[in-house]
């Protein structure tokens, strides 16, 4: 079940057993949309087991989860339809009026609006989650993706996989207040804490561009080059930072590893093996594990970050796709 | 001559609340050439500019009109349906850069001559032409508009000698050329081990230039032809009278020591006739049976979701090689409108010859242009008529550029010379 190599395996299994006993006391819960299982795999993040495994809708993919960390918020995509799940209970909520195929939403920092991407109709749709009232809905390029919600909550940004752009959305207006090329099928936008670096992974472009939001122009543009791998099979996806912006991890798809920069100089410091076709990341709160979805290995891959190493792979749901942490 | 023109209106307003930024690692001049463009909207509400206009021509021919009982008769639409939903793409973006996009349509009836065509619309200043007609034909509009600064997009034409002695300087090919479809097939035949194949060939003109193909292909990658035979029964699945020749066709498969027959049928007459007919049990694949090609509407993988869900809402049926490939052939044109911000047909043909062109085309890879010839690089699908079985290239073929090029003809071995 792992694809670690043997002669690793037991140095980590020993790092992980540390990693365990040293961080007992922080438990957060990590929630794990399967978009072929039609599930959602819920891990502890003390034990690294899966709790509990919990039916939604049909093609859960992005998954996010209030600030207040009182409800978690799943784009069941096939049934067109945000889901709102109670993460006490673990119950469907309720449906909220997402438009038609959400994949991938942004919530305001304050909890509310949610910015949701439908890919079909070629828009944004803004939705308010407390009246369940579509506030908006903005004409952006064809299959919107990424979306991301500046820390001052004053700027949307979604990206769009066919137009190849990043679009720069007032939040007070909700409208588009600029355009920036980047590289093939963009797929996920994420600011940092600051709010003055935003992150734009290309998939089929293969590289990550760094966007300064307000001049709106590229800094630079991440290249990945790993040794006996491809050009073609490196597909940048979800990308994490750390709050202090120090560090980024970038998910690279059929690379199978995610790369990890140096946030402040732009270069690559190492490339983690992990599950097959990594798509999206997510930091516990405390920032010493991560968590990486693979689609195609069925798993979920957890990495410590403080050591940078990959310490135990974790069996889900068919196709995981999102992850999100609980805030406490 | 039928003809129809798309043209999207853009809603002014978005046009001027969408600035696009400079982008950085474009050539000064094109960098400079937005500023006006990028000035906040609301500082010069005036200046909405007219959008640069994009002109596309589309050649095809009708489709004779299928047999009642035609299972899977040629739709009326086929190719044009593709390029149309590749406008509304096209057009989405071009909101956003000032660009709009226009596509005509030129259907030919049988006796009318694609040379006409093509002069007619290079006449009207549409010189970027998407071409879904056989190779002869598509040398004659090569001809017809030689002079007059068009490009054009071969995406029906899969002859090899178009990418050899007959290649042009202004003609891209999107449609895979035989030895393509071939490489793929018999790398996953190879993948596979199932080294013994039984060539069964048409009496075609096409169908002796697939199977040559398909002999250079299983010597490139090391399989065996051990039995080489002409289908000499008629064209049995079009004229669904099978009763008198039945016995001698399945006698003609009998004793020959193969893992698969091979069928090259682009006509499709006899190679549906053969699963299951055959003596021996034996898998079919070429032409008919398992296949290779650019789509299949079994397809989901790498977002091909999304261009199969809209495809089938706005054509109201499921999407075909040659609307897969008139789409990446007006995609291929609007993503170099984008980056060069240019509608000068050989500004945007000097931009898909340079390593800076790759689309996004929900293959999983990049494609991109070969210099050499200019053919479309892309993966092919290895499907059965309701299935993905495979991709190629297959896991395991290496070439020191791109996987992508063990499938065709190399860089060395290119007879083209492009003038």
Same mark, same amino acid.
């Given at each position: 079940?792992?694809?670690?190599?043997?002669?690793?395996?037991? %140095?980590?299994?020993?790092? #992980?057993?540390?990693?365990l006993?040293?961080? #007992?006391?922080?438990a957060?819960?990590?929630?794990?949309?399967?978009?072929?299982?039609?599930?959602?795999?819920?891990?502890?993040?003390?034990?690294?087991?899966?709790?509990?495994?919990?039916?939604? %809708?049909?093609?859960?993919?992005?998954?996010?989860?209030?600030?207040?960390?009182?409800?978690?918020?799943?784009?069941?995509?096939?049934?067109?339809?945000?889901q709102?799940?109670?993460? =006490?209970?673990?119950?469907?909520? *309720?449906?909220?009026k997402?438009?038609?195929?959400?994949?991938?939403?942004?919530?305001h920092?304050t909890?509310?609006?949610?910015?949701?991407?439908?890919?079909?109709?070629?828009q944004?749709?803004?939705?308010?989650?407390?009246?369940?009232?579509?506030? #908006?809905?903005?004409?952006?390029? =064809?299959?919107?993706?990424?979306?991301?919600?500046?820390?001052?909550?004053g700027?949307?940004?979604?990206?769009?996989?066919?137009?190849?752009?990043?679009?720069?959305?007032?939040?007070?207006?909700?409208?588009?207040?600029?355009?920036?090329?980047?590289d093939?099928?963009?797929?996920?936008?994420?600011?940092?804490?600051?709010?003055?670096?935003?992150?734009v992974?290309?998939?089929?472009? %293969?590289?990550?561009?760094?966007?300064?939001?307000?001049? @709106?122009?590229?800094? *630079?543009?991440?290249?990945?080059?790993?040794?006996?791998?491809? *050009?073609?099979?490196?597909?940048?996806?979800?990308?994490?930072?750390?709050?202090?912006?120090? @560090?980024?991890?970038?998910?690279? %798809?059929? #690379?199978?590893?995610?790369?990890?920069?140096?946030?402040?100089?732009?270069?690559?410091?190492?490339?983690l093996?992990?599950?097959?076709?990594?798509?999206?990341?997510?930091? =516990?709160?405390?920032?010493?594990?991560?968590?990486?979805?693979?689609?195609?290995?069925?798993?979920?891959?957890?990495?410590?970050?403080?050591?940078?190493?990959?310490?135990?792979?974790?069996?889900?749901?068919?196709?995981?796709?999102?992850?999100?942490?609980?805030?406490? | 001559?039928?003809?129809r023109?798309?043209?999207?209106?853009l809603?002014?307003?978005?046009?001027?609340?969408?600035?696009?930024?400079?982008?950085?690692?474009?050539?000064?001049?094109? +960098?400079?050439?937005?500023?006006? +463009?990028?000035?906040?909207?609301?500082?010069?509400?005036?200046?909405?500019?007219?959008?640069?206009?994009?002109?596309?021509?589309?050649?095809?021919?009708?489709?004779?009109?299928?047999?009642?009982?035609?299972?899977?008769?040629?739709?009326?639409?086929?190719?044009?349906?593709?390029?149309?939903?590749a406008?509304? !793409?096209?057009?989405?973006t071009?909101?956003?850069?000032?660009?709009?996009?226009?596509?005509?349509?030129?259907?030919?009836?049988?006796d009318?001559?694609? +040379?006409?065509?093509?002069?007619?619309?290079?006449?009207?200043?549409?010189?970027?032409?998407?071409?879904?007609?056989?190779?002869?034909?598509?040398?004659?509009?090569?001809?017809?508009?030689? !002079?007059?600064?068009?490009?054009?997009?071969?995406?029906?034409?899969?002859d090899?000698?178009?990418?050899?002695?007959?290649?042009?300087?202004?003609?891209?090919?999107?449609?895979?050329?035989?030895?393509?479809?071939?490489d793929?097939?018999?790398?996953?035949?190879?993948?596979?081990?199932?080294?013994?194949? /039984?060539?069964?060939?048409?009496?075609?003109?096409?169908?002796?230039?697939?199977?040559?193909?398909?002999?250079?292909?299983?010597?490139?990658?090391?399989?065996?032809?051990?039995?080489?035979?002409? &289908?000499?029964?008629?064209?049995?699945?079009?004229?669904?009278?099978?009763?008198?020749?039945?016995?001698?066709?399945?006698?003609?498969?009998?004793?020959?020591?193969?893992?698969?027959?091979?069928?090259?049928?682009?006509?499709?007459?006899?190679?549906?006739?053969?699963?299951?007919?055959?003596?021996?049990?034996?898998?079919?694949?070429?032409?008919?049976?398992?296949?290779?090609?650019?789509?299949?509407?079994?397809?989901?993988? &790498?977002?091909?979701?999304?261009?199969?869900?809209?495809?089938?809402?706005?054509?109201?049926?499921?999407?075909?090689?040659?609307?897969?490939?008139?789409?990446?052939?007006?995609?291929?044109?609007?993503?170099?409108?984008?980056?060069?911000?240019?509608?000068?047909?050989?500004?945007?043909?000097? /931009?898909?010859?340079?390593?800076?062109?790759?689309?996004?085309?929900?293959?999983?890879?990049?494609?991109?242009?070969r210099?050499?010839?200019?053919?479309?690089?892309?993966?092919?699908?290895? +499907?059965?008529?309701?299935g993905?079985?495979?991709?190629?290239?297959?896991?395991?073929f290496?070439?020191?550029?791109?996987?992508?090029?063990?499938?065709?003809?190399?860089?060395?071995?290119?007879?083209?010379?492009?003038?």
């Amino acid at each position: 079940m792992t694809y670690l190599r043997p002669r690793r395996l037991a %140095g980590l299994l020993a790092g #992980a057993a540390a990693l365990l006993a040293a961080d #007992a006391a922080s438990a957060y819960t990590v929630y794990v949309s399967n978009e072929k299982g039609n599930s959602i795999s819920v891990i502890d993040s003390a034990t690294l087991e899966v709790k509990q495994t919990v039916k939604v %809708g049909r093609r859960p993919r992005g998954i996010t989860m209030s600030p207040d960390g009182k409800a978690v918020y799943v784009c069941a995509s096939d049934d067109h339809a945000v889901q709102v799940i109670d993460p =006490t209970t673990l119950k469907v909520l *309720r449906k909220l009026k997402s438009g038609p195929d959400p994949e991938l939403f942004a919530l305001h920092p304050t909890g509310n609006p949610l910015y949701i991407a439908n890919e079909d109709d070629n828009q944004v749709t803004v939705l308010d989650v407390e009246a369940n009232k579509v506030i #908006a809905q903005v004409p952006v390029g =064809t299959e919107p993706e990424g979306m991301a919600v500046s820390p001052d909550g004053g700027t949307l940004v979604a990206t769009s996989e066919t137009t190849n752009m990043a679009h720069f959305i007032e939040t007070r207006t909700n409208k588009i207040i600029g355009n920036v090329l980047v590289d093939a099928r963009p797929r996920f936008a994420e600011f940092s804490a600051d709010g003055k670096r935003l992150w734009v992974s290309a998939e089929v472009g %293969g590289t990550v561009a760094v966007i300064d939001p307000q001049t @709106r122009q590229i800094i *630079r543009k991440i290249d990945f080059k790993i040794p006996g791998v491809s *050009r073609e099979s490196i597909q940048p996806v979800g990308v994490r930072l750390t709050r202090d912006g120090k @560090r980024a991890f970038v998910a690279l %798809g059929p #690379a199978n590893r995610v790369a990890v920069v140096n946030a402040e100089t732009f270069e690559v410091e190492k490339y983690l093996l992990v599950g097959q076709r990594v798509w999206q990341l997510a930091l =516990t709160p405390d920032e010493k594990l991560l968590f990486t979805t693979n689609g195609n290995s069925n798993d979920v891959s957890v990495i410590d970050v403080p050591e940078l190493k990959v310490v135990k792979s974790i069996k889900v749901g068919s196709a995981p796709w999102g992850v999100v942490v609980s805030p406490q | 001559m039928l003809t129809r023109v798309v043209r999207l209106l853009l809603p002014a307003a978005l046009l001027a609340a969408a600035p696009l930024c400079p982008i950085p690692g474009l050539r000064p001049a094109q +960098a400079q050439q937005p500023a006006d +463009a990028a000035a906040p909207a609301e500082a010069n509400p005036t200046a909405e500019a007219k959008p640069l206009e994009i002109r596309i021509g589309l050649i095809t021919r009708a489709v004779p009109p299928p047999p009642l009982y035609d299972l899977l008769a040629v739709p009326e639409d086929e190719a044009v349906a593709g390029a149309e939903l590749a406008l509304k !793409d096209n057009s989405t973006t071009g909101r956003f850069t000032g660009q709009s996009f226009a596509l005509e349509t030129t259907t030919l009836a049988e006796d009318e001559d694609p +040379a006409d065509a093509a002069r007619a619309l290079a006449a009207k200043g549409t010189r970027l032409l998407i071409v879904n007609l056989p190779g002869a034909e598509l040398l004659k509009v090569a001809d017809a508009v030689k !002079d007059k600064g068009a490009v054009i997009f071969n995406v029906g034409a899969p002859d090899d000698a178009l990418r050899a002695q007959d290649c042009r300087a202004d003609v891209f090919h999107v449609a895979p050329s035989r030895a393509m479809l071939t490489d793929a097939l018999v790398q996953f035949l190879a993948s596979k081990r199932w080294s013994k194949l /039984f060539l069964i060939t048409g009496p075609q003109p096409a169908d002796a230039l697939y199977a040559e193909a398909l002999r250079r292909s299983a010597k490139k990658f090391g399989l065996k032809i051990v039995a080489d035979k002409p &289908w000499t029964f008629g064209p049995l699945g079009r004229e669904r009278s099978d009763s008198i020749t039945r016995s001698d066709a399945l006698v003609f498969s009998r004793g020959v020591d193969a893992d698969v027959i091979v069928v090259a049928d682009e006509a499709n007459d006899f190679g549906n006739y053969i699963p299951f007919r055959t003596f021996e049990p034996r898998l079919v694949t070429g032409t008919q049976g398992l296949t290779a090609s650019t789509w299949h509407p079994a397809q989901d993988a &790498w977002g091909s979701a999304q261009l199969q869900s809209r495809f089938l809402r706005s054509a109201s049926r499921t999407m075909r090689p040659a609307d897969y490939q008139a789409w990446v052939a007006a995609r291929m044109i609007g993503e170099a409108a984008t980056r060069t911000r240019s509608a000068d047909p050989a500004t945007l043909a000097a /931009f898909l010859r340079t390593p800076d062109f790759s689309l996004a085309a929900f293959k999983g890879v990049p494609v991109s242009i070969r210099p050499w010839d200019q053919q479309l690089r892309q993966p092919l699908l290895i +499907a059965q008529p309701l299935g993905i079985v495979s991709v190629a290239p297959e896991e395991g073929f290496l070439h020191q550029r791109t996987p992508l090029d063990t499938l065709g003809t190399d860089q060395g071995e290119s007879r083209c010379r492009l003038k």
